[in-house]
């Protein structure tokens, strides 16, 4: 089997120019977990909290004044003229930060010397997915992969989830920041001050949590676990951000994009998720019930069954599921622990590469193989993944990105990556050649078909395009 | 994609300032002589394009494609030109088209690609050269009509060679080239997985940048762009053009009409475009190969041997004629009992036309565009 390859593409992210022979692959990616940086260099200098939080306001506020300058006043022909490329402006102050992000994520995908810990990330980063749809969240999902996810990747599934789920980006993606306790001091207020429209619970992120980051679908809770846990997170939001009642309570001190615990917010006394009752007050509360369901049999489970499909095949073999659930219950989901059960497990070494990669997967891989800059230094890089069907982090959904060979395998699809791989092609012309690049990138897995096909070429570019183009490197 | 200085000061500001001076264009230019060379990727079918319609055969060979050519213009008393071809209709009748009927080139398979290949590089056999007929050409032409370019993103085979080439590729065009695509085919023909996606997907891809397309308009906009591209005084004097689209295994009526409407459209296009320098242009269109003389279970023809070379310009001397040593349409005359067999090189038919139209003596042509033969 080819296990140099499957190390480099399946577990990595492809093999780099200047990668020194991987040797035996496991040992290889057992150095990487100890080896990992979760600050890497590329990612140095990206917008803090702070300023992403103040650009959405600054961005908001513009936009209001704009409407209410639409709705009170009748607009000059001059401020009508003004009108979009205003918003175009404020707009784009809030996309920096996303297209900053972006490109540093390309970049520290390319550079990374420990690509098995970078694709965990990236793998983490989709399991528990923000989506840039919604404006509040835009700004904040580079330095939620940066910040919550990147530091917890290899410590304990409930480190990695509290972190996930107390970022910014995931309360203002699921709406947690605007749910209320509905007997909390505040809202009780407001009731009684006869105001109908006193804000309320929000159950949008303890129903993700359950579904989609922890046990998994169907797994047997109900809706009174879902209204039980939703009210155990109420008081957890984001400072700076909100309007109405909560921001009158948050601490004076608090930084814009800060996470903020409002007590006054929380639903007081105790809540029952999964038969286990929960007494602790204030954000202890949700805490607890997050540690536990993170040790869970059904999330050991879930995420036993979603990594070894990422590392195996759309149905992966039930012996890899199994063992991988067995470890993370016996460890308490140490992480870890979990990757080196994976590594050892013989059934990703077994199959030739049958995942078709990913949009992102595939062009990372593309650009660590060549040794001259493929991207012309104007490229937005969120441009491009959008054009090639996988825009970063935007999936679309809280689900993330499908992890299946369907997902990605489609004949537009096909044709946008043959049409990026040519451009680049062209760009580098003769200064790599595909017939040496080829054995370095394919490794064990170039067969004599690919090896002529790229041989025969008519010019040093098109060979570049085959290799890339290859129903190998297309693969992993 | 290969795009060098000169082919972005053609494709920009040159076209520019000719579009707003064409009378100076004119006359700055001192009528030097200028070829283009459509090129017809996928096997174009003759058989239609220039129907036999006097072979006793041909009605029951091509049985309810017959009358494919019904309405177009009698060429003699042989052959009918397909009548989505009115404009080179009228060129034939102004003895400016010629057409040269069972030609073929020394290839006798029928893979497209190794076709195209022998047709554009002109060598003996399949990949036998890395150069082209029209780059060889080059070294034989003065400096002044030297300048050449490609319509499309990289320089195709037949313009390769020790003579610079530009290329100029508008956005419309797929960015990748159709030898891309058609050696990826052939990389994916086994994958199980890849092989139908790429399929649709090339597919798709013929529908977006077809000469064919949008009713002929498509031809007729990239025979626009090729004129702007040569009228300047320092313009392009030798031109490729790309067309694909013409692997009609089904639905061939109507695929075909619209492709050679394009066509049409695109060499209206072209001598519109030039004006006077239309007199001193030579076009030379050829596919690799042609179709099967019988119609198959799908309304199409499947890949055969011998086609059709059409000859286009304002001084041709060998125009409103129909050149052929008709091998007829009879099983028994048929190669392989299949395919119109070829009776005559289209490698002495390009050479032929090129000498008498650059002056040059015919042997050398010959030489010196097929040295293999």
Known sequence: MAVQYLAANRFGLGRRFDDPAIGDPKAWLIRQLGDYDPAPAALAGLAGRAAIATAYVEYREDRQAMRRAATETPMSEEEKGMDPELRRLSRSAIRRHYVEASAARLAAAIATPTPFPERLVHFWANHFAVSADKQTVIGFVGHYENEAIRPNIMGKFADLLIAAVKHPAMLLYLDQAQSFGPDSP???????????????????????????????????????????????????????????????????????GATVFIAPLHEPGA???????????????????????????????????????????????????????????????????????????????????????????????????????????????????????????????????????????????????????????????DRVDARQLAPLVLADALTPQTAEAIARADSPGQGIAMLFASPIFLRR | MMLSRRSIILSGITVAAAGALPGFAYAAAAT??????????????????????????????????????????????????????????????????????????????????????????????????????????????????????????????????????????????????SDLIARLSALYADDPLLHPLWDSAVKTQELAGDIGGNNGRNGADLGKLAASLMLPADGARVMMVETGGWDTHSGQRGRLNAQLRGLDQLVGALQTGLGPAWSDLLVIVATEFGRTVEVNGTGGTDHGTASTAMLLGGGLTEGGKVSADWPGLAPAARLDGRDLKPTRSLESVIAAAVARHYALDPKRVMTTLYPDT
Not at chain 2, 66 to 86: R, S, V, Y
């Open chain 1, 271 to 429: 809540q029952t998720v999964l038969s286990r009752r929960y007494d602790a007050a204030g954000a202890a509360q949700a805490e607890a019930i997050l540690r536990d369901l993170a040790v869970h049999p059904a999330t050991a489970s879930h995420i036993a069954t979603k990594l070894a499909r990422h590392f195996t095949a759309d149905d992966p073999p039930a012996a890899l599921v199994d063992r991988l659930t067995a470890d993370f219950v016996k460890s308490g989901g140490d992480l870890t622990s979990l990757y080196r059960a994976l590594i050892a497990s013989p059934e990703p070494w077994v199959a030739a590469p049958t995942m078709f990669k990913s949009p992102w997967d595939w062009t990372v891989s593309m650009l660590r193989a060549l040794k001259v800059p493929a991207l012309g230094e104007k490229q937005n890089v969120a441009a491009m993944f959008t054009q090639l069907g996988q825009p970063v982090w935007r999936p679309g959904s809280p689900a993330g990105y499908d992890d299946k060979v369907a997902t990605w395998a489609g004949s537009a699809g096909l044709m946008q990556r043959v049409e990026l791989a040519s451009r680049i092609a062209g760009r580098i012309g």
């Open chain 2, 32 to 177: 030097p002589k200028r070829l283009v060379f459509i090129i017809q990727r996928g096997a174009a079918d003759g058989l239609a394009t220039v129907a036999p319609t006097g072979d006793p055969a041909f009605a029951a060979a091509r049985r309810a494609m017959a009358d494919e050519t019904a309405g177009g213009a009698k060429l003699d008393a042989m052959f009918t030109l397909h009548p989505a071809m009115a404009t080179t209709a009228g060129l034939y009748t102004g003895k400016q088209a010629h057409f040269a009927h069972a030609v073929a080139t020394a290839y006798r398979d029928r893979s497209h690609f190794d076709g195209q290949n022998m047709l554009e590089g002109g060598g003996s056999r399949p990949y036998g050269r890395s150069d082209g007929w029209v780059g060889r050409l080059l070294t034989l032409l003065p400096a002044a009509e030297r300048d050449a370019i490609a319509i499309a993103p990289a320089v195709p085979l037949a313009l390769r060679g020790t003579v610079q080439v530009g290329t100029y590729a508008p956005s419309r065009l797929p960015q990748a080239d």
């Open chain 1, 186 to 256: 505040v809202a009780t207020r407001m009731r009684n001050r006869g105001n109908r429209q006193s804000p309320g619970l929000n159950e949008n992120l303890a129903r993700e949590i359950l579904e989609l980051h922890t046990l998994g679908v169907r797994t047997g809770y109900t809706q009174a676990d879902v209204t039980a846990f939703a009210k155990a997170l109420t008081g957890l939001t984001v400072a700076g951000l909100g309007r109405g009642a909560g921001q009158r309570l948050m601490p004076a001190d608090a930084e814009p």
